[in-house]
């Protein structure tokens, strides 16, 4: 089974300092992880993915995460934060393995809240 | 740009109604999905489809069903609502993982449904 971990249900920083929102995973093969941003009242957006290859993925909006295998992690960065970074952000896993019981099924993270102030 | 659209944004119903939740999506994606989306839960994964007229269950099936009687449409049904499935709904669509999905999903503005 694939479980995802998003300890903090909420991260305040200010306007300008890095951000950093953290994911934690688990799955039975090699990991495929994704971040998405949801703003209010709006679907999920797509902000980027580690299928394979470098541990440092750069995605839109100036975020990047960095794959950390032994830690089994894949936290949120970007070093400068703006007010309109405020948004739900979610972590998402699935396992690697493809099988015909996972049809790209992902497990989301329960969502952290990202609170930038001027 | 992928684009997947969602009949309504906001949608009342009274405690035993019938509502049906319409999802379409514009890129001949084989797979779509539907969430349902709990503060403090994250989303949680109701039906998903992977061609035509199939359908699997996902994490939290009970109490819904979904119809995908043609490749651009997804619909869940609520059969008799119930005010705990007040909550906010979301469709996806992904392709299939045969043509080098890579499994980015792809979702609608979401249906927040409240149930009196």
């Known amino acids: 089974a694939q479980s995802v971990a998003q300890p903090e249900d909420q991260v305040n920083v200010a306007e300008g300092n890095p951000l950093t929102v953290k994911c934690t995973y688990s799955?039975?093969?090699?990991?495929?992880l994704f971040w998405y941003v949801q703003y209010p009242n709006r679907g999920l957006q797509f902000l980027l993915k580690y299928i394979t290859g470098d541990n440092l993925v750069k995605g839109s909006y100036g975020f990047e995460a960095e794959f950390n295998k032994s830690q089994t992690s894949f936290h949120l960065k970007k070093p400068s934060a703006l007010v309109s970074d405020s948004a739900l952000y979610f972590c998402?896993?699935?396992?690697?393995?493809?099988?015909?019981?996972?049809?790209?099924?992902?497990?989301f993270g329960a969502g952290t809240q990202v609170v930038v102030t001027p | 740009d992928v684009k997947v659209t969602q009949s309504s944004r906001y949608l009342v119903k009274r405690t035993g109604e019938k509502v049906f939740l319409e999802c379409v999506q514009d890129m001949d994606h084989e797979n779509m999905f539907w969430y349902r989306q709990d503060p403090g839960l994250g989303l949680r994964l109701i039906y998903f489809s992977y061609d035509v007229k199939m359908k699997e269950k996902g994490d939290i099936p009970e109490g819904y069903s979904v119809s995908r009687e043609k490749k651009e449409r997804f619909s869940l049904i609520l059969e008799s609502a119930s005010t705990n499935q007040t909550s906010m709904y979301l469709c996806?669509?992904?392709?299939?993982?045969?043509?080098?999905?890579?499994?980015?999903?792809?979702f609608g503005p979401g249906t927040r449904l409240t149930v009196l």
């Open positions: 998402a896993v699935r396992d690697g393995v493809r099988t015909t019981d996972s049809w790209g099924k992902l497990q």
């Open positions: 799955v039975s093969g090699n990991p495929y």
């Open positions: 996806a669509s992904t392709p299939s993982l045969g043509t080098g999905g890579t499994d980015t999903q792809y």
